[in-house]
């Protein structure tokens, strides 16, 4: 009997029978059936194998999941060292890590798999992974995503960075130095008040230049990292309530619980104008599972500045605390009587704004904030709000602020902040703004495609 290390939690599989080396995993897949004609965002999981070689389900050892890795990664793309699934504080070989910068960043590895949506009816969509590519399977390479919302590095040039760092030179939020010895410091913290434009994408650039491999996260790759949540623990909603305890299958349940979205805004406000309130690095007991921790705020001003850090696979703080830049999607709205079109790229030396070229219409986005109750669905893993009339525990339960038919380019933020609530979560959008704007609780998070 061997062992699976996922969200903390082994899980036995045969050795020699349905062990990850087998040729019987990469034969198969499996996935979740969404019904959007039913309000409950609760999810069927399918797979090809239900009944599971040598008696193993495929939704508890998750093939695909079970590969997703936790590193340093350095500025050439290669990694440095990886970490152990259990204890950040070492490496997988058991020595001392460092996690401050000096080793490279923090990075989430997603192993190269394939993906593939049917739609066998109106209205039903089946979302497939698989280890192999199975007939009309599309490859997804590997990525790497941030483990923590992207710091400064302020050493010229200035670069985005994934770290645990608390010394000046990554001082978070806009860099205030006034703050260093409060509790409000911006310390250890995400670095904030960057616009897409100017800031964020040349910094992220800056780390190698030339080249166009780092990038501020792609709506597509958040995308896929909720997809992959999605099929892990079969729902939409990704704060229903964090539960620790596997099915009698031994499939996960529960969600991400509500994170770092519960605080009081005037309090915030007071605190700290609406900057970041996590530092990097929160929950790293919980390494590379899932989970959530509990965070208090120190002096915050009132009782909500208790909260939760969740962390899903490795990934900290997936929605709240800050909103997220998303780069490779951008929004133009044609004006009175018009329509929101919905715009990505899938080349990251293409990324520009204000532009339909080399940009690809993929859909209309709806004209008035909304819960949606629909998404367009494609095989590149872009998940696009369709229709309205949901609200925050049916459907899809994230709200999407829409920016009205304004003639004008907009950009893409996601995830929510520290006190939106329930409308927050993987697939909560912000669309009313052009990527040179920038405001205190805007950040953004790190992407590698090699």
Known sequence: MGWIIGKGIG??????????GSSYWTQQWYGVEINEANSSPDVTRIASDMTGHGGQYLHAVLPVHSQIKACLLKADGTVNYYLDPTDWTKKADGSASNLTGADGNVMIEFPKYYRKVDNPSAGIYQHKIS???????????KFYIGAYKASANRTAPLRLWSVVNTTAEYRGGNN?????????????????YIRLTNEARPWVRNIVSGEYKWNVITHRHSMLLYELFIIEYATLNSQKAFNATLTAEGYKQGGLGAGVTTVTPATWN??????????????????????EVNYTIPNFGDASGAVKVNRYRGVENPFGDIWEWCDGASIFNEGAGGVSKFYTCDNPANFADGTATNYDHRANLPIAN??????????????IPKDSGGDAATYWCDYYYASGLVNAWRALRRGGGA??????????????????????????????LP
């Open 176 to 192: 205030n130095a006034d703050l260093d010895a409060g509790d409000n410091t911006q310390l250890g913290k995400p670095v904030t």
């Open 419 to 448: 006190d939106n609530l329930s409308d927050a979560g993987f697939v909560c959008l912000y669309t009313d703004r052009a990527a040179t704007f920038r405001n205190t609780p805007v950040g953004a998070r790190l992407c590698y």
């Open 270 to 291: 007071t605190f700290n104008a609406y900057y970041p309130l996590i530092p990097c690095g929160t929950s790293n007991s919980l390494a590379n599972g899932t989970g």
């Open 370 to 383: 909304t819960y949606p109750i629909s998404m367009w669905h494609d095989d590149k893993g872009i998940l």
């Open 11 to 20: 899980i036995p599989f045969r050795m020699g029978g349905a062990g990850l």
């Open 131 to 141: 280890l192999s590519p199975l007939t009309g399977y599309q490859e997804v390479p």
